[in-house]
């Protein structure tokens, strides 16, 4: 059964970092991608970025530039290192794992295999 544990969510002034982790009950080199999602309250779960099996990494133009995703294979664990936050970013954040193809629904939560339980991230202002 895999599963995808979510740590280092909190409550962070605007302008300021965190580290999120998700740490795989298994290699994370079996799957073709391992992402991180956000969900604000009323709004549809949203990609922030993903990072394929190759290394290859994309960040959402939303983060791009203040968030980077990152991962220790060896420890079965991928990171999204964000900086710069903002309050539009408080979300619960979400840590994913696909083993489909990156061909189709990129960016579509239906296109991603495996969820965390997620983690809050609060941003004031």
């Known amino acids: 059964q ?5 740590s280092g969510g909190g409550l962070v002034q605007a302008g300021g970092s965190l580290r999120l982790s998700c740490e795989a009950s298994g ?5 073709n991608a391992m992402g991180w999602y956000r969900q604000a309250p009323g709004k549809q779960r949203e ?4 990072i394929t ?3 290859t990494t994309f960040h959402a133009g939303a983060v791009k530039g203040r968030f980077t995703i990152s991962r220790d ?3 079965r664990m991928v990171y999204l290192q964000m900086n710069s936050l903002k ?7 979400y840590c994913a794992a696909r083993d489909q193809s990156m061909v189709i629904l990129v960016s579509d ?7 965390g339980q997620g983690t809050q991230v609060t941003v004031s202002s």
């Open 109 to 115: 939560p239906n296109g991603w295999d495996y969820w």
């Open 27 to 31: 290699s994370i080199l079996s799957y």
């Open 2 to 6: 895999v599963q995808l544990v979510e």
């Open 47 to 50: 990609l922030v970025a993903y």
């Open 53 to 55: 099996r190759s290394g």
């Open 87 to 93: 309050p539009e970013d408080t979300a619960v954040y």
């Open 73 to 75: 294979t060896a420890k």
